[in-house]
């Protein structure tokens, strides 16, 4: 999957009516596929007369996005990235942000305000990469990516040596001490407990390997 949204780590200002109450954490799921996604991020924190906006990608990183330019008229939201030929207009309905972003071609997305509970689930929004290990010779990296929506997770699964990426999770879980996923796509499920600062558990695809997760760097 090519990469959608990059960038750097600095900020630009927005300009709109604080009354309109527009701040927090927006994020939504944009198709690429009819089966596959990834998720778009807006932060939008009050600034002077207006906001500060901040962009993000999390099933491709963690670095914040920097937006060339910035409006808010009314309850229409306009922002672009010059570098990456991207650019994003949706209207704002209560908790709801719905627009079309158009980076080489037009895409519907909705994007909804997260709330307290999903505020809370942000300490668990990470990639994690491990190697499975097929022979003495041989071994397979894997990276686990998981963002935070309104309600949930939308997770995926990048395979680097295969040049697969965005490969769908179903079902995601996640605690203190335990981590599994499957994903119907490639018939595989894993399940982990956290020791010594990373997952250790078992990749069944066909067969059990061990498969340990850490924190990618």
Do not use: C
Request: no cysteine; net charge neutral; proline share 5%.
């Amino acid at each position: 999957m090519k990469s959608i949204i990059f960038g750097s780590a600095l900020l630009l200002g927005s300009f709109g009516s604080l009354a309109e109450g527009y701040q927090g954490q927006w994020r939504g799921v944009l198709q690429l596929t009819p089966e596959s996604g990834i998720v778009l991020g807006v932060k939008l924190t009050p600034a002077g007369q207006g906001y500060q906006l901040v962009l993000f990608s999390p099933n491709q990183h963690d670095q914040p996005i920097e937006p060339s330019s910035v409006s808010i008229a009314g309850d229409v939201l306009t922002f672009s990235v010059d570098a990456l030929s991207a650019r994003f207009e949706g209207r704002f309905n209560g908790d709801s942000l719905t627009g079309i972003f158009t980076q080489g071609r037009e895409r519907p997305v909705t994007l909804t305000r997260l709330g307290q509970a999903d505020l809370a689930s942000l300490q668990n929004e990470q990639q994690w990469a491990g190697d499975l290990v097929l022979s003495k010779n041989a071994s397979l990296p894997l990276v686990l990516n998981v963002a935070v929506i309104a309600g949930g997770y939308h997770v995926t699964l990048d395979s680097p040596k295969q040049q697969s990426f965005g490969i769908p999770v179903d079902e995601f879980s996640v605690s203190a001490q335990q981590l599994s996923f499957s994903s119907s796509r490639i018939n595989a499920s894993y399940q982990g407990q956290w020791h010594q600062d990373q997952w250790q558990g078992t990749f069944v695809q066909g067969q059990a390997v061990p498969l340990n997760l850490k924190k990618k760097l």
